[in-house]
Nanobody, 126 residues
Framework: QVQLVESGGGLVQAGASLRLSCAAS????????MGWFRQAPGKEREFVAG????????HYTDSVKGRFTIARDNAKNTVYLQMNSLSPEDTAVYFC???????????????????WGQGTQVTVSS
C-alpha cells in the first residue's frame, strides 16, 4: 500500500519560511519522479515544483522560482519543499505526488502523477 504523508504546514506571516516534508512508503521511492502541487480555495490544483529520480534536475512554476527549493533524500524516502519569502498568494493546501515513468522527466500535469498525499495546509497572513 503506497502512502505519501506530508507535514510541515502551518500559519505564518508574510516573509517567513516553511519546510514541507513528504514521507513515502510502499513504493520504490528512487524510481519515482516527485512533485509538489498546491490548491487554493476555489482554484484548480497547480504544479509547484518537481524533481527527477536522482535529484539532479528540478523544475519550478514561475511564481516560486528563486523562493522555493525542492529536494529529495532517497535514503529516507522523503521529498522536501523549502519555501522562503512566503506571501499570502502562497496560501493553499500543498500536496506531494509521485510519478512513475520510464522517462525520468518532470511533468506539471496533475494526471501525470499516480500517487498523492492527503495534503498539508499552508496559510500566509499579510
Amino acid at each position: 500500500q503506497v502512502q505519501l504523508v506530508e507535514s510541515g504546514g502551518g500559519l505564518v506571516q508574510a516573509g517567513a519560511s516553511l519546510r514541507l516534508s513528504c514521507a513515502a512508503s510502499g513504493l520504490t521511492f528512487s524510481s519515482y519522479v516527485m512533485g509538489w502541487f498546491r490548491q487554493a480555495p476555489g482554484k484548480e490544483r497547480e504544479f509547484v515544483a518537481g524533481i527527477r529520480r536522482s535529484g539532479g534536475i528540478t523544475h519550478y512554476t514561475d511564481s516560486v522560482k528563486g523562493r522555493f527549493t525542492i529536494a529529495r533524500d532517497n535514503a529516507k524516502n522523503t521529498v522536501y519543499l523549502q519555501m522562503n519569502s512566503l506571501s499570502p498568494e502562497d496560501t493553499a493546501v500543498y500536496f506531494c505526488a509521485a510519478r512513475f515513468a520510464v522517462s525520468d522527466t518532470v511533468r506539471s500535469g496533475v494526471d501525470e502523477y499516480r500517487y498523492w498525499g492527503q495534503g498539508t495546509q499552508v496559510t500566509v497572513s499579510s
